[in-house]
Nanobody, 124 residues
Framework: QVQLVESGGGLVQNGGSLRLSCKAS????????MGWFRQAPGKEREFVAS?????????YYRDSVKGRFTISRDNAKNTVDLQMNSLKPEDTAVYYCGADRYLTQVQAGRVAYWGQGTQVTVSS
């Protein structure tokens, strides 16, 4: 069982930055691929970014956040972060952290473990 706790959400102006963090409670964190997802009001949850297990050498982003968001992991701290720059009102959503042993499952949004989410609101 893996518990995930997100933090770092909040209210930011258009063009601003936020850094989300997700801490995992497992001794095998490095064996899990990790992802960030978001769900806006009235919409389905969507994939945002993923990072592969172990060294995190493979990252992948949805097109709308490429060049603005950066996913990273720190295996010593059991954390995965999402640095979000140049935020836009359309980035407003609840952001969720997800974990799975298989990167393909993360990229498909079919992770084994989910966090509770953190709200990000970008004002125009």
């Amino acid at each position: 069982q893996v518990q995930l706790v997100e933090s770092g959400g909040g209210l930011v102006q258009n063009g601003g930055s936020l850094r989300l963090s997700c801490k995992a409670s497992t001794t095998n964190f490095r064996d899990y691929s990790m992802g960030w997802f978001r769900q806006a009001p009235g919409k389905e949850r969507e994939f945002v970014a993923s990072i592969s297990s172990r060294t995190g050498g493979s990252t992948y982003y949805r097109d709308s956040v490429k060049g603005r968001f950066t996913i990273s992991r720190d295996n010593a701290k059991n954390t995965v972060d999402l640095q979000m720059n140049s935020l836009k009102p359309e980035d407003t959503a609840v952001y969720y952290c997800g974990a799975d042993r298989y990167l393909t499952q993360v990229q498909a949004g079919r992770v084994a473990y989910w966090g509770q989410g953190t709200q990000v609101t970008v004002s125009s």
